[in-house]
């Protein structure tokens, strides 16, 4: 990600967590930068295993609250995945997921299609949707060979 948009998304950051009166921690802004510079949805042992080298001290407890709490906020997404381990993302454009049964590996997709059909009767009788999300399971192409 380029520096100019990862200061954009990082002011946006801060000023959300201001509105919700979370505060600005020097562990949760390291968090939150290296879950920003991630493409590849880590878990929290993941992002925890990259930190601490920056900040020894910093325990996976604080890390999986730290978490917990900016996904609370809609700070961050949870990836649901098939798997016990929670996968996390920045979202900087809404998209979908699809996740190899193999490795794990994540991949984000776009499809317009889905975005911009309309929901099903069933649906909007239901309630109120926030959101929707496509995700796919099957085998990556390095999985495959």
């Not at 919700?20 to 880590?42: C, F, M, N, V, W």
Request: aromatic share 8%; glycine share 4%.
């Amino acid at each position: 990600m380029d520096q100019t948009r990862f200061q954009k998304q990082f002011s946006r950051f801060e000023t959300a967590c201001r509105k919700a009166g979370i505060k600005l921690t020097h562990q949760r802004r390291e968090i939150y930068s290296e879950l920003a510079a991630s493409d590849d949805h880590p878990s929290a042992e993941t992002l925890h295993r990259r930190l601490i080298q920056k900040i020894p001290m910093l325990s996976l407890d604080t890390v999986y609250r730290t978490l917990a709490t900016f996904a609370r906020h809609g700070l961050i997404h949870k990836v649901e995945t098939a798997e016990s381990q929670a996968r996390f993302e920045v979202i900087y454009e809404h998209h979908h997921h699809a996740i190899c049964n193999q490795c794990h590996e994540i991949i984000d997709f776009q499809w317009p299609s889905v975005d911009e059909a309309g929901l099903s009767e069933e649906l909007k009788s239901w309630g109120k949707i926030d959101s929707t999300h496509v995700v796919a399971y099957g085998i990556c192409r390095k999985c495959m060979k």
